[in-house]
């Protein structure tokens, strides 16, 4: 999966993006001012960042130039009031920028389309002989072609980038239903049976009272 540098010096909200991005399979990487996030940038292999433009020591402004020279997409987080930030910030060459407060489903919309539009996001994630092939929307078992919903590669999708991991049914609602359906957890479990039956596999695990694991 690709992985994320988080500039941004207010810990809470670095923290709840960590979350909620680690949760749907990005790496994450961190830093809490600009000085951090300049040794992650010249020291790590970095797919996207997201860049506070008010850090310390050295604001977005100093490193979206050093960005842009790497070639690595940049998203910027603004202040709700702070037009004149997200006008340089794209001026300067940032591919997108985010208002804080913001919904994690919004950022994680934007991330991927900024992945997908920069090149930078995976085509294809393998697991056993379950290919999934992410630009074709489709997906094969050794070697053949399963007919799936786009709910049901969704769902696939998560819990194989998340493997090992258990992902609740709430979580898997909000991920792949959205915040505005009004479907309950039900909706998950019987998609799960469904992906259980169109793969043959028994390495989605129900752990009960909490969700779903996918197994190695």
Not at 48 to 76: A, F, H, R, S
Not at 137 to 163: A, C, H, M, P, S
Not at 174 to 183: I, S
């Amino acid at each position: 999966m690709s992985v994320i540098l988080v500039i941004e010096d207010e810990e809470p909200i670095r923290e709840l993006i960590k979350l909620n991005l680690s949760m749907v399979g990005y790496e994450i990487l961190e830093a809490c001012d600009g000085e951090e996030g300049l040794k992650c940038i010249n020291n790590e292999k970095v797919d996207l960042v997201l860049l506070d433009i008010m850090l310390p020591k050295q604001d977005g402004y100093e490193l979206l130039p050093i960005l842009l020279k790497k070639n690595i997409p940049t998203i910027m987080l603004t202040a709700k009031d702070r037009l004149k930030d997200k006008v340089k910030g794209l001026d300067m060459g940032a591919d997108d920028y985010v208002t804080k407060p913001f919904e994690a489903v919004e950022l994680l919309a934007r991330i991927k389309s900024v992945l997908r539009r920069t090149g930078k996001e995976k085509t294809e994630i393998v697991m056993d002989d379950i290919e999934i092939c992410l630009e074709q929307w489709k997906v094969l078992k050794g070697g053949q072609e399963v007919d799936l919903t786009y709910k049901e590669f969704d769902l696939l999708r998560l819990l194989i980038e998340n493997k090992g991991n258990v992902m609740s049914r709430e979580r898997l609602l909000e991920l792949v239903w959205g915040y505005e359906f009004e479907g309950n957890t039900r909706t998950v479990d019987m998609h799960i049976q469904r992906l259980r039956n169109k793969l043959g596999t028994d390495k989605i695990k129900t752990i009960y009272k909490v969700g779903y694991r996918m197994e190695d």
